[in-house]
């Protein structure tokens, strides 16, 4: 039996270990902040000053929680969206649809608390939205757009696996790039293109290690890397545009998000009755709805809210580094899934794209 220097010695090595364990938590966290961008932190090993303050307002801010949602929402949703196409019969026509009407509700649900009147919301969405015409017309360009881009989501998800989908999909940092530098007159460093190089790289690796994916037979594989190929220069072209107008607009991020859906809506029920007219007749608006149908249009439909978040309190670059953590996450849970088999190409691929998304800084002014 120990005496009580001995006991006291145990007692010290397990407290000093259990503080290693605790600032190696603490470091590992505050690194995986600094690796998103949203601020600059120091380890807290005693040589600086304790940032702990800023930490802990850092973690409280809407930034933060929004930049954590839309990397678990990125991460999910390629993986959901599969596993509905393959219990499913639903039209993706008709849940990009319900996703503008759940957006626009959820929108004007939390104006009306904040305003604690539903009358007053009546006045601020006429005074914003009615009377406010010109402001409402520039976001029709947006809205034609997100309304092609979430159809589009829905072809190419049917026909390739989820870890194609997303690193493929990265090419978007690419066209956004070249979209900015075209225009809007940014200049690109040497840096930035042998990033944008690396990341087109590691794309042409997973498409030439397409065939060890599980799925791809059972879709057509040219239509979902052409819809993807789509997707990425209309996520460009939207991206730069609506962040412009969001940075500049004094309106309320959930008022944007209100005159979007009201003009997306109208886009998106065209699509839906020119593509899927006769099946509705024939079958009904909700045929081959489930619930994991509902839960998939619902997160969508919240997917969007939160990246509007994103861009107003932080910018594209953050919302890309959440969209590139999502991309190594997906490709981890896909190959736990068996929805595609792990290989050194594919590996080597998805590395690639996420190094190049860490290190693609914003394009600067001329």
């Known amino acids: 039996m120990p005496d009580g220097r001995d006991a006291e010695k145990l007692l010290g090595e397990k407290l000093g270990s259990e503080t290693r364990r605790g600032v190696w938590i603490s470091d590992t966290f505050r690194f995986a902040i600094r690796i998103m961008g949203i601020m600059k932190v120091a380890p807290s090993d005693g040589s600086k000053k304790d940032d702990a303050p800023m930490l802990h307002k850092t973690v409280c801010s809407v930034q933060f929680w929004a930049m954590l ?29 319900m996703m503008e009407l759940i957006r626009l509700l959820t929108c004007s649900i939390i104006i009306s608390i904040n305003l604690r009147s539903p009358l007053k919301f009546a006045n601020e969405f006429r005074a ?101 190929f789509s997707m990425c220069w209309t996520s460009a072209f939207a991206g730069v545009y609506f962040e412009k107008m969001l940075k500049k607009s004094s309106v309320d991020v959930w008022m944007q998000n209100i ?13 839906m009755f020119a593509s899927d007219f006769s099946k509705i007749q024939e079958g009904g608006f909700f045929q081959g709805w489930t619930p994991l149908v509902w839960l998939m249009t ?65 394009p600067k002014n001329p």
């Open 298 to 362: 619902i997160l969508n439909a919240f997917g969007g809210l939160v990246v509007s978040i994103v861009m107003k309190y932080a910018d594209n670059v953050k919302k890309t580094y959440c969209q590139t953590v999502a991309i190594g996450l997906t490709a981890l849970l896909s190959v736990y899934l068996g929805d595609v088999l792990l290989s050194l190409q594919l590996t080597a691929g998805v590395c690639l794209v996420m190094i190049s998304g860490f290190h693609i800084p914003p």
């Open 128 to 228: 914003t939205v009615w009377q406010n015409k010109v402001e409402t017309a520039k976001v029709c360009v947006p809205a034609v757009v997100y309304a092609i881009q979430n159809n589009l989501y829905y072809v190419a998800l049917a026909n390739i696996d989820a870890t194609t989908y997303a690193v493929t999909y990265q090419l978007r940092i690419l066209t956004t790039a070249l979209l900015s530098v075209l225009l809007l007159s940014k200049r690109l460093s040497g840096l930035q293109w042998a990033a944008l190089f690396v990341s087109m790289s590691g794309v042409v690796l997973v498409q030439l290690d397409g065939a060890t994916s599980v799925s791809n037979a059972r879709g057509n594989w040219l239509l979902g890397i052409g819809a993807v």
């Open 69 to 97: 949602l839309l990397t678990a929402q990125q991460t999910g949703m390629p993986l959901l969206v599969r596993e509905v196409n393959k219990q499913s019969s639903f039209l993706p026509t008709t849940s990009v649809f």
């Open 259 to 271: 005159r979007l859906s009201m003009l997306t809506a109208p886009f998106a029920f065209a699509t």
